[in-house]
């Protein structure tokens, strides 16, 4: 349950057939999405139960917490997590015990690269919103590492507690003056980051996001792993349960290639130039 991309949910079938799988013959795939609303993935979670599948991949934390409620028996594989072990859902990454395994993605270091990103990219950038959901997480994951950093700067920090994208306006009346410079828009879903794209192009407010579905959908830049591996990193774990080895065995992995996608005409549009130190690290410059 969740609302993994075409591509991501491709890539992990692609990866089944190459272990071997025939989908309708060896393996069956049943998919089920909550779309941007995450008051459905209990009723899912409890449907796929109900289904008495042989393992649940589930996409994000609250999608992987509806599972673990729902489930202690069945092996749940959790993909596009942010911190696994803070938000109670394994005990450790190496081993994580009970019925989930997965990735874990979400540490200190990737939202203080973020920051140290957006910074350089915007310098003149003073005060940061710090959107995130408090449903994932009770404060934005590295706050206290973008602090220290932020300080040091002379920036200040605000963290800013987003459940809804609906909340927006109301969210940012409630900042109050003076508003934002810019925004890092991390512990939401991919979903939930396209609509703040809107929102920030409206406001003309520069934002740094965790997926690079927003920068696709025309935000200014984006930095965070390479999410299609991630789901082929999730068929490899079905496939070694499915063979047999408990999902508490099997540690928890943490993704090594990360990608920074810029979108040059964003840039344009907020009267913005990315330094050439920014462009030179990208992976991809959207024109």
Do not use: C, H
Request: net charge positive.
């Amino acid at each position: 349950p969740a609302t993994p991309s075409a591509a991501s949910v491709d890539a992990f079938r692609q990866r089944l057939r190459d272990l071997g799988y025939v989908e309708g013959r060896s393996i069956a795939i049943e998919v089920r999405y909550a779309l941007d609303q995450p008051e459905q993935f209990r009723s899912l979670a409890a449907e796929l139960v109900g289904l008495r599948v042989d393992v649940i991949v589930a996409s994000g934390t609250l999608a992987t917490r509806a599972a673990k409620e729902a489930t202690s028996t069945i092996p749940i594989v959790m993909v596009s997590v942010g911190d696994a072990v803070a938000a109670g859902l394994v005990k450790s990454l190496p081993r994580p015990g009970g019925n989930i395994t997965g990735q874990s993605f979400m540490g200190p270091e990737l939202a203080l690269k973020g920051f140290d990103l957006l910074t350089e990219a915007v310098p003149r950038a003073k005060r940061l919103a710090v959107f995130f959901n408090p449903d994932i997480s009770s404060q934005p994951q590295g706050f206290g590492a973008m602090g220290t950093a932020a300080r040091a700067k002379g920036m200040t920090l605000k963290p800013v507690r987003l459940r809804r994208p609906d909340d927006l306006n109301a969210v940012l009346a409630a900042m109050g003056q003076p508003r934002p410079d810019a925004l890092l828009v991390f512990a939401l879903s991919a979903s939930q980051q396209t609509r703040i794209v809107e929102f920030a192009a409206k406001n003309r407010l520069p934002a740094l996001y965790g997926f690079r579905e927003a920068v696709g959908a025309g935000g200014l830049m984006s930095f965070g792993p390479e999410i299609p591996a991630l789901w082929r990193g999730a068929a490899n774990y079905v496939d070694r349960i499915l063979k047999g080895t408990k999902p508490g065995d099997l540690p928890v992995e943490q993704p090594t290639k990360f990608e920074l996608v810029v979108n040059l005409k964003t840039a344009r549009a907020l009267g913005l130039t990315f330094p050439a130190s920014v462009l030179a690290r990208a992976d991809q410059v959207i024109q």
